[in-house]
Structure formats: C-alpha cells, structure tokens
C-alpha cells in the first residue's frame, strides 16, 4: 500500500507568497498612517527584495518543519526570530551599520516578523485539521502487536 502524498511543502509555498504580499500591503499601510517611509536612508531597491527573498526562503523551510511538529511554539519563534534576524543581517552585510540600527527598532521589520510567527501557527493549525478530518496518520502512528 502506497503512502499517502503529504501536501506541506506545497502549503508552505503558498502560505510564504500568501505572507510577503500580507506584509507588503501592511507597510503599505503602516507607512501612510505613520507618515514614514520604511527606509529612509538610500539604500536602493535591492535591499528589500534581498532581505524578502531571505526570509521568505527561511519561512518556507520553518513552515515546512512546523506543519507536522506537535506544537508550533517553536516554529513561531523561530520564524519571528529569522525573519528578523534577516532583515538586520542583510542590511548589515550590504549596507552598514547605520541601516542595522534603523532597522532594528523599524515596526516594518517588527510587523513582517509577528506576521511570520503567525504564519506559521495558522498553517500548523490548518494542517492539523486537515489531517484530523480525513483521518491521516499522525506524526508518529503506534502499532500494536498481539501476544
């Protein structure tokens, strides 16, 4: 009997361009109300799809591992804490200091790393309602012998 095909590599996908067009739409928004650009600084266009394209892929490899872990605590805090790490790395490594300690504090950076954290509980959530309607295999399935 054939194993069944487990779909979450597929839903982390999803959910990963799900969460970047999220957090695009929410500085969209944060910036007008705030009246601030995200960056003030001139960094030029390729920081943000670098530091996007980063924490999109560590996104995608914690949404992939938390989908079948019991709890999602630790996805969420590692996402948040990637996520924001990213962020602050790649504007270390190509920009400097000053981009560092302007991200830091940014609620750009602090609104795209708690939407990260709820990502990836929300996809553990879905994922394990999905498998406790049709009845798939839990992480870890027992079997019973007779004596």
Known sequence: MSERPRPERL???FVTVFWAAVVFAVDGLLSVLLD???ISGDVGPYYSVIAFAIAGFVLWMLLSGTSRSRH???GAVG?????YF???AVAGIGWGLPLVSEQALSP???AAAVLAA???VATWAA???LRWRRGWPRTRTRTRTRS
């Open 72 to 74: 999602p605590a630790f």
């Open 79 to 83: 996402a948040a804490a990637g996520v």
């Open 108 to 110: 750009f950076v602090l």
């Open 86 to 88: 990213v962020f602050l």
């Open 36 to 38: 601030r650009d995200p």
């Open 118 to 120: 709820g990502a990836v």
């Open 11 to 13: 839903v982390a996908l």
């Open 127 to 129: 994922i394990r309602s």
